[in-house]
C-alpha cells in the first residue's frame, strides 16, 4: 500500500497592498486597493487559483498611537472587519478556507460563536478562527479599559473562551430540523443541548440559534508564541501561525509545540504549524535583491522607528541614537515572544536600531526571503522536511504583484516537487488540513458519519423539503 506523500499547507496571508511597510509607495502598487473591497476579491482570486488552504485576515482593535505625522506616512491604518470581509469573499470563492483574526480579549463568546458558526454555514465549511488575546493598550482603551489586561489573565480567559464557545457551537447536534409540516415539528427537541457555564471569566447559560458548524467547528487557529501562548495552542489549537527567524529556532518551536499536545491527549498531527515567510522573488538572484532593495529605500526612518515601537509596547527611542545598539528592553504584557524575537535578532546579527527596523519592515520579523523560485523552494522544502514547519503563512511583500508572482513561480515549482497539490480534493477548511471533523460530543461517531460532516446529499434534501 502506498501512503500519500506529506505535503505543505499553504496560507495566503493577505493585508492592504502588501505587508512591506512601504508597499504602498511602490511604483506598482495602487494604494486605493486597501480599501477597496474588490481588490481582496481579486486576492481571494489568485489564492483559490493557485489552490492555497486558506486566506488569512488579521485585525487589531484600534489605530495605534503614534505621533500624526507618522501614521499618515504608514497604510496599517484601515483594516475592515475581518468576519464582514471573509462574508464577502465567501460568496467569491468555493473552495478556498477563510480564516479570521477575532481577539478573545473584546468580544463575548456567545457572538463569536454564532458569527462563525453562520461563517462556516454560508461558506459551506470554510471558516477559521485565528484566537489572539490582543496585546496593547491602545485596544484596552477602545473597550473602558485604563491598560490592557495582562498576559497571563488574557491567556487563561482565553482558555476559558474556548471551551464556552465550543459549548456553543454544539447547542444542536448535526441534523436537528425536522421541516415536519404535517407533524408539525421544525426541530427535534432531543438535539438541542443548552449550556451551562459558570466560570471565573464567564457565564453563559443558553443555546445559539444557529446550526451546527459544517464543519463541527471552524478549525481553531492560534497565533501566540509565547509560554502561555503554546499551552493555549497545544490544548486547543489545530493550526498555528508563527514567527520565526531562522530553521534553528522554528525547529526548537515545532517540537516544544507538538511536545506539548501529548499531556492533552492530542496526536501531533492534530496541530499544523506554519511559520510566515515573505517572498521576493526575481528570475534571477540579482532581480530578486534589486527588488528587494527596492521596498527597502521607501521606509520612511520615522514610520520604521513608529513599526518596531509599536511591537515593543511604545519603547520610546528618542533618547538613543539610531545607529547606536538596542538599548535593554523590559518585558511588556504585549507580543512577548515577538520581542524576544527582536531582541534576539538584534543581538545574534548585531543590528543597530536603524538595522533592526529595516530587517522587521519587510515582514514584521516573519522571515524574508529574497530568491529565485528554486531557492525560496529550496529553503521551504529545506524547513519542511527538517521538523521546522507543516507549511507557511506567506506573507507577501506586496499586492497583487507579490501574491501573483508566488502563485504564478513558486507554487509550480512546488508542484514539480510533489510538495503542493495540483487541485483541491477536499471542500472544507479541514479538509485542506487533513484535520477530522470533531463528532457531536451527544452524537457517538458512528451516527455522525464517523466524525465526517454530514452528507452533502442529506444537506440538500434537508434543504429543499
Ligand atoms: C501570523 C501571525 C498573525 C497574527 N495576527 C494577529 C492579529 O491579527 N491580531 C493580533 O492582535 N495579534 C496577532 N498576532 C499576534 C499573536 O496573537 C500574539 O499576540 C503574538 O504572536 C505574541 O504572542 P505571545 O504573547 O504569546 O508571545 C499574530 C501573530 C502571528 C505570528
Request: net charge neutral; charged share 20%.
Amino acid at each position: 500500500m502506498t501512503t500519500a506523500k506529506r505535503q505543505l499547507h499553504l496560507g495566503a496571508f493577505l493585508q492592504g497592498v502588501g505587508h512591506h511597510l512601504a508597499a504602498w509607495r511602490h511604483p506598482d502598487v495602487v494604494p486605493s486597493g486597501a480599501v477597496r473591497i474588490e481588490h481582496f476579491k481579486n486576492l481571494a482570486r489568485i489564492a483559490e487559483a493557485a489552490k492555497f488552504d486558506a486566506v488569512f485576515i488579521a485585525d487589531n482593535l484600534g489605530l495605534a498611537p503614534v505621533p500624526p505625522e507618522i501614521q499618515t506616512k504608514a497604510a496599517l491604518a484601515h483594516y475592515f472587519d475581518p468576519l464582514l470581509l471573509l462574508s464577502a469573499l465567501a460568496g467569491e470563492t468555493q473552495r478556498i478556507g477563510l480564516v479570521a483574526t477575532v481577539s478573545s480579549t473584546y468580544l463575548p463568546p456567545y457572538h463569536l460563536a454564532r458569527k462563525f458558526a453562520t461563517l462556516d454555514q454560508i461558506s459551506g465549511g470554510r471558516s477559521g478562527w485565528n484566537l489572539v488575546t490582543s496585546g496593547t493598550d491602545f485596544e484596552a482603551h477602545n473597550f473602558g479599559l485604563d491598560q490592557q489586561l495582562t498576559h497571563a489573565t488574557r491567556y487563561e480567559r482565553a482558555r476559558e473562551y474556548v471551551d464556552v464557545v465550543k459549548g456553543l457551537w454544539n447547542s444542536w447536534e448535526d441534523e436537528p430540523y425536522l421541516f415536519d409540516k404535517a407533524g408539525a415539528r421544525f426541530f427535534d427537541p432531543a438535539k438541542l443541548h443548552r449550556v451551562a457555564h459558570q466560570g471565573k471569566h464567564f457565564a453563559v447559560h443558553g443555546a445559539l440559534q444557529t446550526e451546527r458548524p459544517v464543519q463541527g467547528y471552524p478549525v481553531l487557529v492560534q497565533a501566540g508564541s509565547s509560554d502561555d501562548g503554546q499551552d493555549l495552542a497545544a490544548a486547543t489549537a489545530e493550526l498555528v501561525f508563527t514567527a520565526q527567524q531562522t530553521v534553528e529556532e522554528a525547529r526548537a518551536f515545532y517540537s516544544s509545540l507538538k511536545g506539548r499536545l501529548a499531556q492533552h491527549g492530542r496526536s501531533p498531527d492534530a496541530l499544523k504549524v506554519l511559520p510566515g515567510i515573505s517572498p521576493v522573488i526575481g528570475r534571477s538572484e540579482q532581480e530578486a535583491q534589486e527588488k528587494y532593495e527596492q521596498l527597502q529605500s521607501l521606509i520612511d526612518p520615522a514610520v520604521g522607528l513608529g513599526l518596531l515601537s509599536a511591537f515593543l509596547g511604545g519603547f520610546d527611542f528618542s533618547r538613543y541614537p539610531l545607529d547606536g545598539p538596542l538599548p535593554e528592553l523590559p518585558q511588556t504584557e504585549g507580543w512577548q515572544s515577538r520581542q524576544e524575537l527582536f531582541v534576539a535578532l538584534a543581538r545574534r546579527d548585531q543590528l543597530s536600531i536603524r538595522q533592526l527596523y529595516e530587517r522587521i519592515a519587510s515582514a514584521r520579523g516573519h522571515l524574508t526571503v529574497v530568491g529565485t523560485p528554486q531557492s525560496i523552494a529550496d529553503q521551504m522544502e529545506h524547513w519542511f522536511t527538517t521538523g521546522a514547519a507543516d507549511g507557511f503563512n506567506v506573507l507577501a511583500p506586496t499586492f497583487p504583484h507579490g501574491l501573483s508572482d508566488f502563485a504564478e513561480l513558486v507554487i509550480p515549482e512546488l508542484q514539480r516537487r510533489g510538495l503542493f497539490r495540483t487541485e483541491y480534493t477536499g471542500r472544507t477548511l479541514r479538509e485542506h488540513l487533513g484535520l477530522p471533523r470533531p463528532a457531536h460530543p451527544a452524537q457517538p461517531k458512528s451516527s455522525s458519519q464517523n466524525g465526517r460532516q454530514p452528507s452533502t446529499a442529506k444537506r440538500e434534501q434537508l434543504s429543499i423539503i
